[in-house]
């Protein structure tokens, strides 16, 4: 990255900090596998655990800024303007199950806007990060959303609502039906910071998912936008972690909702 604020540079720092244990923890899941408990009590842990130290490093640099942390919720600081927004392990089901595609997530909040973000993959070393007007960038790398137009050539990644989800009853078989006869592929890789980190990077053409958070979204948003792409709400104009986000490169932008909304 051309030049890094201080600001991107404690969130690298803090981001780097939470993801050495939870790659020791990973290792360890393996082995838990087998035992009869399984691992998802110590996969809770090392969630925590990883909260804990990015709450840690981000007070120490910055002790007036106040959090909305994945876990302990909303934490306000004697600054009111600033707010990180933390979700100290992205893809807890592929952590949980050894699938090695997870990530740490932190942003930036200024006044409510989303200013910076960072995304870190510490399996592949893959760290994500953006600053609003600055760019987003993979490692050293400045990234650029597809260019890709014609949906049939397009990759689109998803979340598929299981269980309980609410986007079960959103229309999303609907969904996934109409997009399945007009692209070239549709996947599901469990961590949304990093479906967004991949729009950016131009390694998806677009995503869509129903009920995500704040701190699955908000590192990836900046990631997007500073890419070139465009993030929108399904629903219209409202808050971006509520309802349905659809981010993509700019071309396919319009017909990818409108696909997506038919019937909604
Ligand atoms: C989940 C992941 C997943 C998305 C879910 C999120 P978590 O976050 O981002 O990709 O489909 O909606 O809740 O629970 O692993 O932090
Ligand atoms: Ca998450
Ligand atoms: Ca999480």
Request: proline share 4%; glycine share 12%.
């Amino acid at each position: 990255m051309a030049l890094r604020s201080a600001n991107i540079t404690v969130m690298i720092q803090a981001a780097h900090k939470a993801a050495r244990p939870l790659v020791r923890d990973f290792g360890e899941v393996e082995n838990l596998q087998v035992s009869i408990k399984g691992p998802g009590d110590f996969v809770s842990a090392a969630d925590r655990r990883a909260e804990q130290i990015l709450r840690r490093e981000l007070s120490r640099a910055r002790p007036t800024f106040g959090f909305l942390l994945e876990e302990s919720g909303v934490i306000p600081g004697e600054d009111r303007e600033h707010r990180w927004v933390v979700d100290p392990l992205d893809g807890t089901t592929n952590f949980l199950h050894g699938l090695p595609h997870f990530a740490v997530s932190i942003a930036l909040e200024r006044r409510g806007e989303l200013i910076a973000g960072v995304v870190y993959d510490p399996i592949k070393d893959e760290l994500f990060c953006a600053e609003k007007g600055a760019g987003a960038y993979l490692n050293d790398r400045r990234l650029r959303v597809s260019g890709r137009s014609d949906l049939a050539n397009c990759l689109i990644g998803t979340g598929i609502p299981v269980l309980n989800w609410p986007g079960r009853e959103q229309g999303f078989a609907g969904q996934l039906e109409r997009l399945a006869g007009e692209v070239a592929g549709i996947r599901r890789l469990g961590t949304a910071s990093l479906d967004l980190a991949y729009v950016a990077a131009g390694r998806l053409d677009g995503f869509w998912e129903f009920g995500l958070k704040p701190w699955d979204v908000a590192a990836g948003i900046v990631l997007v936008r500073e890419a070139g792409g465009l993030v929108g709400r399904l629903e219209g104009e409202g808050d971006l972690a509520a309802g349905t986000l659809v981010a993509s490169n700019a071309v396919i932008h319009p017909r990818l909702v409108q696909l997506l909304r038919v019937n909604q």
